[in-house]
């Protein structure tokens, strides 16, 4: 059965929006090119689109153009504005952005250990309040939040796990009590780093991979056939609880330790160095782990920095192993501030030792993006969403 004229006029007008949003700005005549749609057709949508706001014009696609053709259409940016939350059992970063992604204005804020919930909330939310005030966004139409943690499949909400603050969940309930009519939607930050560096990053050229993060905790995130999956309870990747040898102990339902995480985290990689009597500039601006693996990366001839290097990569390279032994999927990201302070250096010292230990080829690749990849993938899952409710649902 035909579709409608109205139901083909959505259709089409879904189609130029993807396009816009995935090309950038586009002239009608260029419209025409990627749609396959006629002439007139292109000309009503646009001028439909433009009607309704989505739409205006930015530019001109060259003096060899003349006339409506010549006019280069984009996506109006300050349609909405979204804000992005990477939130760390140590503290919160927010970034605003508008609709195309351009980051307005962004500050973080450290929350100590000793703070109590409902205070640690409220620096949280009173954070994005300022951010957003200093975006000029007088309303913040989706909010991306990155958090350590399980997502629970059916409501799309932070689990309550004993291992993170309880702000963490107040934080969820907090936002969109002070922010009526903006939607907040929550994601592991293993798996918006995935979705990061898929799209900016490292795995730019692959539909499955796993991105192994590498920082305070360990986890990992699984895209495959460019779909992240995320487990029947939302769990997949927790390989924090990988039982590994090397660690003395199992670990439990309720705690990582004797897990992979005691051979990854960021603990067990300050207590390796200290083995070596390596330290690290405190004054640096990353995580004192990543710090330790840059100092040796930087100077991998110093025979403390080796050793450190190649006993990290015999730990890292069984939970890597045991990643391609089940998945097998080609491509292994070691994300993270860790991931990204070991750099080229780390990823192949990795990689030799995974060819020893497995059948299944796959390389091992370095983060591009680091940390800063959960509040990329925080921005660039506020605007999908965003975008999905302004412009509908995308065309398969």
Request: hydrophobic letters at 45%; aromatic letters at 2%; glycine letters at 14%.
């Amino acid at each position: 059965m035909p579709a409608s004229p109205s139901t083909a006029r959505a259709i089409n007008d879904r189609l130029a929006l993807r396009l816009l949003q995935k090309e950038g700005p586009l002239a009608a005549w260029q419209l025409k090119q990627l749609t396959g749609l006629s002439r007139p057709t292109v000309a009503d949508l646009v001028e439909r689109l433009t009607a309704a706001g989505l739409i205006t014009v930015v530019g001109e696609s060259g003096e060899q153009r003349r006339g409506p053709n010549a006019k280069v259409y984009g996506i109006v940016a300050g349609l909405a504005h979204l804000a992005a939350l990477d939130v760390r059992t140590e503290g919160v970063s927010v970034v605003v952005a508008d609709l195309l992604g351009e980051v307005l204005a962004e500050a973080s804020v450290p929350i100590g250990g000793d703070t109590g919930t409902g205070p640690a909330v409220e620096q949280a939310v009173a954070l994005v309040e300022r951010v957003a005030k200093e975006a000029g966004a007088e309303q913040l139409h989706t909010v991306g939040i990155g958090a350590p943690g399980l997502i629970d499949p059916a409501t799309g909400e932070l689990r309550d796990t004993g291992g993170l603050p309880v702000w963490h969940r107040r934080l969820v309930a907090a936002l969109q009590e002070r922010l009526p009519g903006t939607r907040v939607i929550v994601e592991n930050e293993t798996n918006l780093a995935a979705l990061a560096e898929q799209r900016d990053g490292a795995a730019r050229d692959r539909d499955t991979f796993v991105l192994l993060w590498l920082g305070h905790g360990t986890g990992a995130a699984v895209v495959l056939d460019g779909i992240l999956r995320r487990g029947a309870s939302g769990g997949t990747g927790e390989i924090g609880f990988l039982p590994v040898p090397g660690t003395g102990q199992l670990p439990s339902a309720t705690d990582c330790a004797g897990g992979f995480h005691s051979l990854a985290g960021a603990a067990a990689i300050a207590r390796l160095a200290g083995k070596q009597d390596m330290v690290a500039d405190a004054a640096t601006h990353e995580p004192y782990a990543a710090a330790l693996v840059r100092a040796a990366v930087t100077a991998p001839g110093a025979p403390a920095h080796a050793r450190f290097l190649d006993t990290l990569a015999d730990r890292l390279a069984i939970g890597v192993a045991s990643v391609v032994a089940v998945l097998d999927p080609g491509c292994v990201v070691l994300g993270g501030e860790v991931g990204r302070a070991g750099g080229d250096v780390l990823a192949t010292l990795v990689e030799v030792r995974l060819a020893r230990m497995s059948p299944l080829p796959a390389q091992v690749r370095a983060s591009a993006l680091g940390g800063g990849a959960v509040l990329r993938g925080a921005l660039l899952t506020a605007r999908e969403g965003a975008q999905e409710v302004l412009f509908g649902a995308p065309v398969r």
